[in-house]
DNA sequence: ATGTCTTATGGAGCATTGCTCCATGAATGG
DNA sequence: CCATTCATGGAGCAATGCTCCATAAGACAT
């Protein structure tokens, strides 16, 4: 009973005429209110998200903004859609696999999302590509990372995961993975995407702001000191990698973990049939 | 000053006398109350968990439970970690590597948890008995997904994160892997495994109890179905595999999965010198 | 213009929740 | 027997999500 729509579902241009009649007023759209929500979580944080503050930011009620959106989760669940779907179309739609460009291993380090938009190059590169969008986003909206975990444990098949997946699963195709894989590899590779993209952030116990390099640097220093001083019998294994997660890079580190995932898929899956022009190693 | 500890930390056994002394009356413990707030979670879902539930069901005040917990958020902390613990320790601590088992493949498949428990095996059946306990313990309580996906990324480095990251790097550093790439293997496996288990779950929309199977058909099936209609345009990938999307088993895909990380660690790393009497391969 | 119907708005108010504060009980130590 | 510390139970406050309703603001027919 609490899902039951207290608006009929935005039919978008019902009817033919009057195109323009649809928004004669309308100074309220739900699309103003996604927009300020999303303004509000990266000013603020995400406790800052409340009806009350958003009937402050857009002058009006709370009923008002409840004839749009029906629910705050639904408002939460647009808000990240929105910005994930960002983060996502700024890349190409079609992926026309063309070019060779074996590995770049190195390539995909340097280039930020930015410049993952017009070069179309290996399936690989594509998946990076995503995921470097995603990861560039969660750095950008701290509190996605929170949204991306939650949208994905209540509602595991909803719009955000969808995108994600079909985003992901395109290169995947293209990797010449068999027909009959593509659901769990693509299933693969969108969980330690997410796995990794919900630890990445807020290094800082702060609420506020992405903290600054010099509080990450702090953070990592106390935090790895903290390991080295567990139990050895409990935490052996954290004790000795206390020294290498002092000075590790997020980044780099997520790069390297999507083509560890990547090296497990063409080896179980090796070379189809390249298409001519592709040297196949 | 959100984190004040209103309470001196719990240390265990301050004075050496009087160590009895110290729970002369207590009817109200620490423990006793994290229990009931996991039966409570069992039982009515994440959202039952209220602090007036609790009052209710412990026959006491509000205060009385502050004076234990000082933090709601500390409490589900504490559960989670409960239920994270006993999952994991359902397993041997020490690592000793020493009967061959190669792939073993078809092995992991069938053992439950519970068969995890004496055999100790290859460093890969190790890491799947890890993750398999984690993926049960997800099942039987519902709301650990949303809690781990919560814990993971609120407070990265809090006890759950730890104790799984522990449980995965043992084996991970019996695998063989260079010293200098513990670290980045291990976080790409707990990031794959944590990605997969808060997906996991909860196949109805609804709050309470797991969901029977025929439930989760249903529930496969409309989604199956809802998929295929999906603009051929936007999403082709996800249309193309909604077929195999219906029949799928969640754990045998999770195990996948693993064995596709596991696949890209030993091919990059490939193997170290194998102690004498396990054939490489 | 005037009246009516649908669409949209602003805000008062309710129920619930986390948490604090405090008056009090109970055991221990002197 | 008193004083001190440990522990409890509950009243009450502030904040939040959401509902309900009076009402404005077009659109449309007459």
């Known amino acids: 009973m609490v899902d039951r729509c207290s608006k009929p579902v935005r039919m978008a241009a019902m009817a033919p005429r009057t195109r ?54 639904e408002l939460l669940e647009a808000a990240t859609e929105a910005v994930v779907a960002a983060a996502l179309d700024a890349r190409p739609t079609e992926t026309g696999r063309a070019r060779e460009s074996d590995r770049a291993r190195e390539t995909g380090r340097a280039r930020g999302a930015a410049g993952a938009r017009g070069a179309v190059g290996t399936p690989q590169d594509d998946i990076r590509a995503v995921a470097l969008g995603l990861f560039d986003a969660v750095t950008a909206h701290p509190w ?62 702060d609420d506020t702001v992405p903290a600054s390099e010099a509080e990450r640097a702090a953070f990592l220093d106390t935090a790895s000191s903290a390991w080295q001083e567990l139990d050895p019998d409990d935490y052996p294994f954290i004790r000795a990698i206390a020294e290498q997660m002092r000075d590790h890079d997020d980044r ?9 995932v990547l090296t497990g898929i063409t080896t179980l899956h090796p070379a189809p049939m390249p298409p001519a022009g592709t040297r196949s190693r």
Do not use: C, K
């Open 20 to 73: 323009q009649a649809e928004r004669r007023r309308q100074v309220l759209t739900r699309e103003r209110i996604i927009e300020t929500a999303v303004e509000l979580l990266d000013a603020e944080g995400e406790d800052a998200l409340t009806v009350r503050a958003l009937t402050g930011r857009l002058a009006t009620g709370s009923g008002a903004i409840y004839w749009h959106i029906g629910n705050m989760g």
């Open 144 to 205: 996605l990372a929170g949204q991306l975990a939650i949208q994905f444990t209540r509602n595991p098949w909803g719009p955000v995961t969808l995108r994600i997946f079909e985003s992901i699963g395109r290169p995947v195709r293209a990797l010449g993975v068999p027909r009959a894989d593509w659901f769990t590899t693509a299933s693969a590779l969108v969980h330690y995407l997410l796995g990794a993209t919900t630890q990445t952030r807020r290094h800082a116990g």
């Open 252 to 260: 780099e580190q997520f790069l390297t973990g999507i083509d560890l």
